[in-house]
């Protein structure tokens, strides 16, 4: 079994390399109404692309989690 914690460091890392990607598409549709789920949807990474909290929904467990 691998390490949880390095695990969780790779995800982390692959949501923020695709991000890049996320942001072109929304980019695109901007002024358009859509709906998409995934996690790279990273409440931090949509902060630093200057997309207002008002215009999406997170849905991030607790800690506990």
Do not use: W
């Amino acid at each position: 079994m691998r390490d949880p914690v390095v695990q969780c460091e790779e995800e982390l890392a692959y949501y923020q390399e695709i991000f890049d990607y996320i942001k072109e598409d929304l980019k695109k549709s901007e002024g358009n109404c859509i709906i998409t789920e995934g996690a790279a949807y990273l409440p931090e990474l949509m902060k630093e692309s200057n997309i207002p909290s008002h215009h999406y929904l997170s849905v991030t467990p607790a800690k506990a989690f």
